[in-house]
C-alpha cells in the first residue's frame, strides 16, 4: 500500500475528518485522526499491518510491543503477520507509571518491536520501550501506520523508524486559527458533525 492508499483508507472509514476541530490539546486543526475507526473493521487492520509486517520483517524482532489503548490492535495485528508474540504495557491509574502486567515475561537479550497507531510526540511509545529495556530487552525498530510529524519521526528514535504513512498534521492556537477567522464553526471530534 502506498502512503496515498493509506490515507485514503483511514478517509474511507472516517478515521481521518477533514474540517474544524477542537482538539483535546485545545488547540484547533483542520484535520482529525482517529486510528480506532479503521482499526474497527479488523481485516482493514490485519491489511494494513500486513504491509507493515513487510517492512518490520528483516529487524528479527522476537516480539512485538505496543502500549495499551491506542497501539493494541496495531500491535496484535502486526505480531500475527511477523507470527511473534504481542505483549503491551499499560498505565497504572494510581501512579500514572507504564508498567508490564498480566503474566507478561521477558528475558534479558530479547529482541523488540515496538508500535503505535499513530506517532505524535513519541511519549507513551518511548515509556513502554523504557519498560522492556529496564528489564534487558533490546529495541530493534519502532513502527506506526501514520506518522503524524510528517516525516520527523526517524529524529526521535536512535534505531530504524517503519511508518506506512505520513501526514504533517497543522494545529493552532484558538487565537491564531485560519478556520476561526473565516467564520467556520469549530467542531469537538467525536460529536456528531457533518463533513
Ligand atoms: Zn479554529
Redesign the pocket.
Known sequence: MTNEEVLKTYEDTHALLKG?FRLSSGR?SDRYLQSALVLQYPWIAEKLCQTLAEKVRPLGAQMVLSPAMGGLFVGHELARALKVKSIFTERNKDTDAMELRRGFTVQPGDKFFAVEDIITTAKSIKESIKVLEDMGAKLVGVGCLIDRTGGEVDKLFNVPVKALASLKVESWE?AD?P??KQGLP?VKPGSRAKF
Open positions: 474544524h484547533h484558538e486559527c478556520l476561526c469549530v
